[in-house]
């Protein structure tokens, strides 16, 4: 059987904690369902590396990944040393970008166990993905700041969509729309008042519903469909969204599904020409690290992304990853829980008692 090679990144603060309890469960699947996996841990790509050699990966960084066919991730960013847009822009998105990671598939569920914050839900009521565009929008590098220090000082930062690049990820969204029982797609648009680029990402969701016929699609403003959010988390399927309205739905869709501790995300390059990505959606959360009291199951999950990943959605790969789902919601269920879901196990019980659901 094939072996798969996997660059491990942990990254900053609770990234750190993190990773070696989603190592340990991707581990146990594999080996329970004889899946041959070599991982290889980097010591760059965080805000030590960058306190030592004044950036944040070696130069050669591109080439060491394009040696792997996915990289597991913890989360990046120390603001108290290094400001936010320097280690994220010298890591994680030039990681998206340059490996063309276009989808950002980030799963939204109510699982067993988990306290919903909005009344009457329960577990299998709130069950949908956010597809979030990764390398273009509002996330571009064109603009600058002129003028500086002067009372004529200004800054611009433009919102790029090209048409191959909104078009690939509304095919991949619909394309997962289509493959669900529900069918049904959710555009998040701003066209009332961002009055050039929405209103073409408008017309390339209708253009390509047009190619999807089995599929009911409605768009939303994206304030409204924040209150949607909240409000009414069971209607929604598949939401399709550029990057910004993405980052956001990301983490309000989990925060309304309980806690953003266990929310995962793959960062996929659907091509496999480059390695895909897989990481929490949660950042480093520099509040509580150091007390290993961070949530791992959203590193876990994402995990189990990862394996599913690099069976392309089928045979033991499958197997594993819906092993993985099945263990996180029995510990969900019966304990041990970190504190963010009111219990006060520690990081490290939770993966281990994961990894021993897992094995029985
Ligand atoms: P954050 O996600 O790190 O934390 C937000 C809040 O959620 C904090 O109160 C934190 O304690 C809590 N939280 C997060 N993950 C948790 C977990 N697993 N278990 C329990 N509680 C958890 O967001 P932030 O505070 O805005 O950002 C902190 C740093 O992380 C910044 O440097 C930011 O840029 C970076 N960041 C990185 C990523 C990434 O690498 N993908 C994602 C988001 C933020
Ligand atoms: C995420 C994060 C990143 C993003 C930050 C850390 C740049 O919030 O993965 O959701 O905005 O994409
Ligand atoms: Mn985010």
């Not at 847009?85 to 109510?110: A, E, K, M, T």
């Not at 701003?190 to 390509?208: C, F, H, L, Q």
């Not at 598949?238 to 995300?265: E, H, K, Q, W, Y």
Request: charged share 20%.
């Amino acid at each position: 059987m094939k072996t798969h090679k996997i660059a491990v990144i942990a990254g900053d603060g609770i990234g750190k904690e993190v990773m070696p309890e989603g190592m340990r469960v991707v581990e146990a699947a594999a080996r329970r369902f004889g899946i041959n996996l070599e991982f290889t841990t980097m010591d760059w790509a965080n805000c030590d590396y960058y306190a030592q050699h004044g950036e944040m990966m070696p130069h050669d960084w591109f080439d060491q990944l394009m040696q792997f066919e996915a990289i597991f991730f913890g989360a990046v960013g120390w603001p108290a040393t290094v400001p936010d847009h320097i280690s994220l822009w010298g890591s994680l998105l030039r990681f998206r970008r340059d490996f063309s990671q276009y989808v950002n598939l980030r799963p939204v569920r109510l699982m067993p166990g988990v306290p919903c914050p909005l009344a009457g839900r329960k577990p299998g009521d709130i069950d949908f993905y956010v597809v979030r565009e990764n390398t273009e929008g509002e996330y571009s590098s064109v603009g600058g700041r002129m003028f500086e220090g002067t009372d004529r000082e200004f800054v611009v930062q433009e919102t790029v969509f090209t048409r191959q690049g909104v078009d690939r990820i509304l095919d991949f969204a619909f394309d997962l729309a289509q493959s669900r029982p529900k069918k049904h797609l959710t555009s998040a648009t701003k066209s009332n008042g961002i009055s050039i680029t929405m209103p073409y990402w408008d017309e390339r969701v209708e253009a390509m519903a047009k190619c999807y016929p089995d599929v009911h699609w409605d768009k939303y403003h994206i304030d409204i469909l924040s209150a949607r959010f909240v409000l009414s988390p069971e209607r929604f399927d598949v939401v399709v969204a550029s990057n910004l309205f993405g980052d956001i739905l990301s983490d309000l869709g989990p925060a309304c599904a309980g806690t953003i501790g266990i929310a995962p995300s793959a960062n996929l390059n659907p091509d496999r020409r480059f390695p895909s990505l897989f990481e929490p959606v949660h950042g480093s959360a520099p509040d509580i690290y150091g007390k290993n009291i961070a949530n791992p199951i959203a590193m876990i999950w994402s995990g189990a992304m990862m394996l599913d990943f690099l069976g392309n959605g089928s045979g033991v790969y499958r197997e594993a990853h819906d092993a993985i789902i099945h263990a996180i919601e029995t510990v969900l269920v019966e304990g041990p829980r970190t504190p963010d879901l009111g219990g006060t196990a520690d990081t490290t019980g939770v993966g281990k008692a994961i990894a021993a659901a897992l094995e029985q």
